[in-house]
Every structure is written in structure tokens, then in C-alpha cells.
């Protein structure tokens, strides 16, 4: 019984990885991730200064946006129509540290959102194109 009691603690210690620790405090390892974290940085300042238009110009032409509990795919189209509805009745973001994946114009970035009572794992998809970074989307 202890050993599962064991187990059980470090998964979950292993699971919780980076969920506390904020975005600000991430040290980039390039200049890629930099470029990515600064598009994180921006989301979540959009989000919690509830400017649907920031927000919007950080999605990708193409995007295929995720949403509620159904989780129903937008188009950016779609997404920024709904958009400053959304950010007015939802709480504030804290994202935490993320975990990147580059290759090439392409890059998966998994992090935590804290949102009100939830810490949900988001990976985000972003593609460089033009020399910024975009998200293209998102599933949690």
C-alpha cells in the first residue's frame, strides 16, 4: 500500500511539472522560443485586458480554434466574431511554463492555463510565417 502511495505522489509530482511556475519567470533556450514566448505573452495579456483585437491578430489566417466543452473547431473568421463575447464572460489567464517543440517554420507549445478554479494542459500550434509566429490552433 505505500509503495502504490509512493508512485501515486511522484506521478503526480511529475504530472504538476511547470503548472506553478509563471511564463514571465521562462528562460527561452533560442531565439525561436523567445519569438514564441512573446506570442504566449501577448495572448495572455489580450485575454485578461479582455482585447479581442490583440488576441485576434495573434491567430493564424488559417487557424482551426478549439472551444468549449464540446470542443467545436472556428475558423479565425469564426473565432473573432464570438471573441469579445467570450473574453467578457470568462476570468482572467495565468499561463505557466511552457514546453516547446520546434521544427522548422512549425512549433508545438505545451503549457498551463490557469482560468477562475481549472488548470487545464493547452497545446498550442504555431506556424512562422512572414517572420511572426501565429497561432494556427489549439487543443486542450
Not at 519567470?25 to 512573446?38: G, H, I, M, T
Not at 504566449?40 to 479582455?50: E, I
Not at 522548422?104 to 492555463?113: G, L, P, Q, R, T
Request: hydrophobic share 40%; proline share 4%.
Amino acid at each position: 500500500m505505500l509503495k502504490h502511495l509512493v508512485i501515486a505522489v511522484a506521478l503526480t509530482a511529475l504530472l504538476s511539472c511547470g503548472q506553478n511556475t509563471p511564463l514571465a519567470e521562462y528562460e527561452p533556450k533560442s531565439p525561436q522560443e523567445l519569438a514564441l514566448k512573446n506570442v504566449l505573452s501577448d495572448f495572455q495579456d489580450g485575454v485578461n485586458a479582455r482585447n479581442s483585437k490583440k488576441v485576434a491578430n495573434l491567430i493564424h489566417a488559417k487557424a482551426s480554434i478549439m472551444l468549449g466543452r464540446d470542443r467545436k473547431k472556428f475558423s479565425k473568421e469564426e473565432y473573432a466574431k464570438i471573441l469579445p463575447q467570450r473574453l467578457a464572460e470568462n476570468p482572467s489567464i495565468a499561463l505557466g511554463k511552457p514546453k516547446m517543440t520546434v521544427s522548422d517554420d512549425n512549433a508545438e507549445v505545451k503549457i498551463y492555463m490557469a482560468r477562475g478554479d481549472n488548470n487545464t494542459l493547452i497545446i498550442f500550434n504555431m506556424r512562422l510565417e512572414n517572420d511572426k509566429w501565429r497561432i494556427q490552433s489549439w487543443e486542450y
